[in-house]
């Protein structure tokens, strides 16, 4: 089994930045791809960022792109999602999540999640 927990959520205002960050424990060996979903009140939960198992392929939901960027840091089992130019409407629950080596390089994403951490963006 596999622990994700994130942080690095909270308070901060329009144009501002955050660092959310994703730590990886128990049979990290299954890990493969990791990425990002948020869900605001009232909405589906939705992409907005994963990363391939050695951090060559990135891929954005297009309300993020240019502002957000996924990263991984594989030799700490974490990863990262640096997010500048907030705005009020990147407000939602993050929640990191990770996908589970299914043989022949097959990765299946997403298979473990973590609790969540709340981003506010309000002035």
């Known amino acids: 089994q596999v622990q994700l927990v994130e942080a690095g959520g909270g308070l901060v205002q329009p144009g501002g930045s955050l660092r959310l960050s994703c730590a990886a424990s128990?049979?990290?060996?299954?890990?493969?791809?990791m990425g990002w979903y948020r869900q605001a009140p009232g909405k589906q939960r939705e992409l907005v960022a994963f990363i391939s198992s050695g951090g060559g392929t990135t891929n954005y939901a297009d309300s993020v792109k240019g502002r957000f960027t996924i990263s991984r840091d594989n030799a700490k089992n974490t990863v990262y999602l640096q997010m500048n130019s907030l705005k009020p409407e990147d407000t939602a629950v993050y929640y990191c999540n990770a996908g589970k080596k299914a043989g022949s390089g097959f990765c299946r994403y997403p298979e473990y999640w973590g609790q969540g951490t709340q981003v506010t963006v309000s002035s």
């Open positions: 128990g049979s990290i060996f299954s890990i493969c791809t």
